[in-house]
């Protein structure tokens, strides 16, 4: 029988819908997947098939901003806080019936900086942690200040601040995002599917309002005290090697450390066997 993704609608407050990717039993274990900037739900997808496949209930939201039914006015700075997004992902494990239910999380990218908190702050919720390409915020730090390559690497979280970001991403059949995922080995179908859920101005500057919302800064978090998994490819054109090693002297817990020679960014779109295996393998090792 093959397994299939369903979209189910995750209904948190007034005005808060969001479309959530699902595959398996919904009573089973809870996987959830946080996607980061660029892509979207569908970024989770060959991970969702292989979770259900194993016995979990895998769930990839389009987060706040990204799913439309979820995009309150990014010109509002406080509607896409950290705290906001964090009682989202909270807020949705709630919807789907895991409210008092320990989960597995995993996050990318934003979504993976996202994750760090959400395991700061409710490590007793979690059964692991599995990073991609996020390095823990206090290895991150260190490389922005020591690593002579990362705030280059880095520079796009602050020309994203400026006016008018999300109509130069999104120029010239949004060429910017096209270029980046290719560059970090995309496929074009993948690109396509993302493209489909961000390719318009609404979609781009809600996305965008997450680092406005921020800023420069960076919430803070101390050791991680949750198992986790951090997956980085040693090709990934925003995280260096200094930033992604040095994770490890920030996890108070069972570590995995998984370099992906020749991988980008994006490596549950560019290499989704390796990364299913690795995660399979963390969840097993640490079951709620």
């Known amino acids: 029988m ?6 189910r609608i995750a209904r948190t407050a007034p005005g808060m819908e969001f479309d959530v990717s699902v595959a398996g039993d919904p009573n089973r274990p809870l996987v959830l997947m946080l996607h980061g900037f660029c892509v979207s ?8 098939v292989a979770l259900a496949e194993a016995g979990y209930f895998a769930a990839a ?4 901003g990204y799913a439309a039914g979820a995009r309150p006015d990014p010109a509002e700075h406080a509607n896409y806080t950290i705290d906001a997004l964090i009682g989202d992902a909270m807020a949705i494990v709630t919807e789907l019936g895991h409210g008092e239910r320990r989960f597995h999380l995993a ?14 702050r409710w490590p007793e919720r979690l059964g692991s942690l599995t990073m991609l390409s996020r390095p823990h915020p206090l290895a991150f730090n260190r490389a922005m200040r020591d690593d002579p390559e990362q705030p280059a690497r880095s520079g796009h979280h602050k020309w994203l601040l400026e006016p008018g970001a999300e109509d130069k991403v999104l120029a010239d059949d949004a060429h910017w995002v096209r270029a980046r995922l290719r560059r970090n080995g995309v496929p074009e179908a993948a690109i396509e599917k993302h493209i489909s859920v961000i390719g318009n101005r609404p979609a781009m500057a809600a996305a965008i309002g997450w680092y406005r919302a921020r800023g420069t800064g960076q919430a803070p978090v101390g050791p991680t005290r949750v198992p986790t998994l951090l997956i980085w490819g040693d090709a ?11 994770t490890a002297e920030f996890i108070a817990a069972p570590y995995t ?7 980008g960014h994006y490596a ?3 290499v989704p066997e390796q990364v299913n295996t690795l995660m399979l393998t963390h969840l097993a ?4």
């Open 2 to 7: 093959t397994t299939t993704i369903e979209t």
């Open 236 to 246: 990934d054109d925003t995280v260096g090697r200094m930033a992604a090693e040095g």
């Open 257 to 263: 450390f998984a370099p992906l020679p020749g991988v």
């Open 268 to 270: 549950a779109d560019q």
């Open 107 to 120: 996050g990318h990218d934003w979504g993976g900086s996202l994750s760090w908190i959400v395991a700061e």
């Open 41 to 48: 739900r569908h970024y989770w997808e060959a991970q969702a």
């Open 61 to 64: 939201p389009n987060q706040r």
């Open 285 to 288: 090792r640490h079951p709620v």
